[in-house]
């Protein structure tokens, strides 16, 4: 398994479980043993095969992983701050907030106003419209009380912070009024001095969703474009980022249930990264329509990701989706990589940093080459069409591979350190069109053949 470059750091807490299945043949290599199998597409029978003289017959539940996490395989099983019911209220409960460089006003005695900086102190739905060319929002409300905000023509910018600040709240809603057009930017090289919420154009301490069928255009000049110390849901509309480092991070979660979302960050493009709570870290796409141009992963989250339907059209990355599991279920993914296309890893056991200072390059995380050993993470292809044209590796899992579904087509390096399907563990293929480097993959004899690269190709050869 090769990769150039570092990524993620952090503790992983969650377990690794066996999992059932077909009789395997383990594979020797570097050190890890890789069983390969599947059901040759012209005979309902198992076939398994080995490019090793010294492969000794095992089982599945032997060599296969899977965390304890995905045991019910659907990120959507696991509990978010988003209610439905929180996208609805009567318009008599509406406030109103008029954003003006001359002086901002508003009907709400929830809301004050100290020259430039307007904060929300209270629970509610406020209508806010207006300019501020440079200023700054802020939701201060009580920690058990909702702020919904509805922006109705908002142009925020802020030439030395955060453009909207939520410090405090149980949760806040960004509803994107329908037919309008709103922007936030922040400032560059600033810092948010008492680390109440993370360096971003829209920075939170508490949860956010972002919905509404309006538009939203963020610029992140000096870390974030839309970033929570919680979880973040973006329900609809059209979300444009552009950011310096991360385009859309929620610490706990990121929850794409539908929308457009164009991203162009330096950093990852969409990120979730606690490793301290076995069910955080984790993004979960459910439908819209998705671009990312990245500087680094297209996708990075510290335990999980899953696509269940949508278009991801990762343009750029270094790592198009990276992962300790990665689950792709539906839709149509394509990604263009420097390094891997999808890669499974787990993290390692350096302290993780500050949501300021993460990724910034040390060795040893995840992607900065893991040998050879199966570490549990976990990479499954079920359904959905995916194309990955990748410099190394196409699939990458330091663990097992599942590919039991789906059209895939992959381009990548094959001179058997890397090849369009490397595990450390089990690859099994049953069920899934692959064309891997332009050669139809039709039975697990193809994965294990020495055709598909030297040392072994797909499925585990000797590393480099």
């Known amino acids: 398994m090769t990769s150039t470059t570092p990524r993620r750091r952090g503790l992983r807490r969650l377990t690794t479980a066996a999992v059932a299945g077909a009789a395997t043949l383990a594979l020797a290599a570097c050190g890890a043993a890789t069983a390969i199998t599947g059901a040759d597409s012209s005979s309902d029978s198992t076939t398994s095969t080995s490019s090793s003289s010294s492969a000794v017959a095992t089982t599945a539940s032997d060599e296969g992983r899977t965390n304890d996490l995905l045991s019910s ?12 019911d929180d996208l609805t209220w009567d318009s ?20 004050t106003v100290d020259g430039s900086t307007v904060t ?6 406020y209508r806010v419209s207006g300019t501020l060319s440079d200023g700054q929002l802020v939701v201060a409300a ?6 919904t905000i509805i922006m109705d023509g908002v142009s925020i910018t802020n030439s030395s912070g955060t453009g909207i600040a939520v410090t405090s709240a149980d949760e806040v809603t960004l509803s994107l009024e329908e037919g309008t057009e709103n922007s936030v930017e922040d400032g560059s090289g600033y810092e948010v001095s008492d680390d109440s919420t993370p360096v971003a154009a829209i920075a939170s301490a508490s949860d956010l969703t972002i919905a509404g069928s309006g538009s939203l255009t963020v610029t992140g000049n000096t870390n974030d474009g839309i970033s929570t110390k919680d979880g973040l849901v973006i329900a609809s509309g059209t979300v444009t980022v552009n950011a310096a480092d991360d385009a859309v991070r929620g610490k706990d979660y990121v929850s794409i249930l539908d929308g457009t979302l164009d991203l162009t960050s330096g950093g990852d493009a969409i990120k979730s990264d606690n490793y301290e709570d076995e069910d955080r870290g984790w993004v979960l796409i459910s439908a819209g329509d998705i671009t990312i141009d990245s500087g680094d992963d297209g996708i990075d989250a510290e335990q999980a990701v899953e696509v269940l339907d949508g278009t991801l059209t990762i343009e750029q990355s270094v790592e198009g989706i990276e992962a300790q599991d990665v689950m792709l279920v539906g839709g149509t993914t394509s990604i263009t990589a420097s390094d891997d296309g999808v890669n499974a890893t787990a993290a390692n056991t350096a302290d993780s940093t500050d949501d300021t200072t993460a990724d910034s390059g040390e060795t040893g995380g ?8 199966d570490d549990g993470s976990w990479l499954s292809v079920s359904g959905g069409t995916l194309t990955i044209d990748a410099d190394f590796d196409g699939l990458d899992s330091n663990g097992s591979i599942s590919l039991t579904g789906g059209t ?13 399907v490397d595990a450390n563990g089990d690859i099994t293929f049953d069920g899934a069109t692959l064309t891997a480097n332009g050669t139809q993959i039709t039975s697990a004899d193809d994965l294990s053949s020495g055709g598909m ?5 797909m499925g585990g050869g000797p590393q480099g």
């Open 73 to 84: 395989l659907d990120l959507t099983s696991l509990d978010t701050h988003y209610d439905e």
């Open 92 to 111: 008599s409960e509406e406030q109103t907030i008029t954003l003006s460089d001359s002086g901002s006003t508003s009907d709400s005695d929830g809301v």
């Open 120 to 125: 929300i102190t209270e629970g509610g739905v």
């Open 142 to 147: 009580p920690d058990d009380e909702t702020v």
């Open 366 to 373: 995840p992607g900065g080459g893991g040998g050879e050993e």
């Open 408 to 420: 895939l087509d992959i381009t990548s390096a094959d001179n058997g350190g890397d090849s369009p």
């Open 453 to 457: 690269g030297g040392g072994g190709g």
